[in-house]
């Protein structure tokens, strides 16, 4: 199983990006499918989720109203779009799979991408 994130970048404050997580050797529409980030000398954070085939959704509140998670099952890919960028959402973006079918709150990855750096500035 391999997960690959790609479209990350540089960016300037209130510009876009949509990040794409790509799967070999899983099916993404059949599991909840997360993304997390990781800011330099910050925590790994949680901040986006959507269940299995075409579910729900859920965002952390620090992303809430600006980012959108979707999926294309027939790509097997599952973005986040990125509006609205602020230079606190400068960090490495990962997405990240449990194997449940449902978002659980950012439990216990089985399978983690290597990430793609975005960064926001002038």
């Known amino acids: 199983v391999q997960l690959v994130e790609s479209g990350g970048g540089l960016v300037e404050p209130g510009g876009s990006l949509r990040l794409s997580c790509a799967a070999s050797g899983l099916r993404l529409d059949h599991y909840a499918i997360s993304w997390f980030r990781q800011a330099p000398g910050k925590e790994r954070e949680g901040i986006s989720c959507?269940?299995?085939?075409?579910?729900?959704?859920y965002y952390a509140d620090s992303v809430k109203g600006r980012f959108t998670i979707s999926r294309d099952n027939a790509k097997n890919t599952v973005y986040l779009q990125m509006n609205n960028l602020q230079p606190e959402d400068t960090a490495v973006y990962y997405c990240?799979?449990?194997?449940?079918?449902?978002?659980?709150?950012?439990?216990?990855?089985?399978?983690w991408g290597k990430g793609a750096l975005v960064t926001v500035s002038l």
């Open positions: 959507i269940n299995k085939g075409l579910g729900n959704t």
């Open positions: 990240a799979t449990e194997l449940a079918y449902y978002c659980s709150g950012w439990g216990r990855m089985e399978y």
